[in-house]
T-cell receptor, first 115, second 117 residues
Framework: AQSVTQLGSHVSVSEGALVLLRCNYS??????LFWYVQYPNQGLQLLLK??????LVKGINGFEAEFKKSETSFHLTKPSAHMSDAAEYFC?????????????FGSGTQLTVLP | EAGVAQSPRYKIIEKRQSVAFWCNPISGHATLYWYQQILGQGPKLLIQFQNNGVVDDSQLPKDRFSAERLKGVDSTLKIQPAKLEDSAVYLC???????????????FGPGTRLTVL
């Protein structure tokens, strides 16, 4: 079974500092990986996804993630944090379960941006 | 383009009562998903429809949960009877492609927050 592990349930950064949110995956086949963001009282919004086309994936709002097979990682980064980035971030892996696709989420990382 | 709509946004019930949630996916999306998100956890898939057929309900507690997607568009998720541990946010999502699309983007609604007292 495929799974993802997010290291650090809470991360705090100062405004303007680097954001690094960690995600490691476990998969017996090449994975398809996603990062979603969830703002308070809202649904999840796709930030970016890895579909094996390129190892460095750029997403919305200045975020990017790099797929590293040797480290089984797909960490999310942003060079300079903004107050509006405060939210919960979820890493997810997509896999087939029978004939249906399942998206399995990590437990999430709450990002706090300090002024 | 309109997003995924869900109602109600909030619901408070007592244990052993029944409750229903409604979802209207993005127009033209073939696949619809219901997730349960317990506080402090990531969403967990409950059931997945392709058009009006169920393709995966392996994680749905069928003794109390039921769902349908009539005419391949709107969907309802019902809990009867509710338990305390059902307190969670219920998220509906939809995707354009068929159920086996591994790279399809899922678009999520705002969710229904259920509190069971």
């Amino acid at each position: 079974a495929q799974s993802v592990t997010q290291l650090g349930s809470h991360v705090s950064v100062s405004e303007g500092a680097l954001v690094l949110l960690r995600c490691n995956y476990s998969s017996s086949v090449p994975p398809y990986l996603f990062w979603y963001v969830q703002y308070p009282n809202q649904g999840l919004q796709l930030l970016l996804k890895y579909t094996s086309a390129a190892t460095l994936v750029k997403g919305i709002n200045g975020f990017e993630a790099e797929f590293k097979k040797s480290e089984t990682s797909f960490h999310l980064t942003k060079p300079s944090a903004h107050m509006s980035d405060a939210a919960e971030y979820f890493c997810a892996v997509s896999a087939l379960s029978g004939s249906a696709r399942q998206l399995t989420f990590g437990s999430g990382t709450q990002l706090t941006v300090l002024p | 383009e309109a997003g995924v709509a869900q109602s109600p946004r909030y619901k408070i019930i007592e244990k052993r009562q029944s409750v229903a949630f409604w979802c209207n996916p993005i127009s033209g999306h073939a696949t619809l998903y219901w997730y349960q998100q317990i506080l402090g956890q990531g969403p967990k898939l409950l059931i997945q429809f392709q058009n009006n057929g169920v393709v995966d309900d392996s994680q749905l507690p069928k003794d109390r949960f039921s769902a349908e997607r009539l005419k391949g568009v709107d969907s309802t998720l019902k809990i009867q009877p509710a338990k305390l541990e059902d307190s969670a946010v219920y998220l509906c999502a939809s995707s354009l492609g068929l159920a086996g699309g591994l790279t399809d983007t899922q678009y999520f609604g705002p969710g229904t927050r259920l509190t069971v007292l």
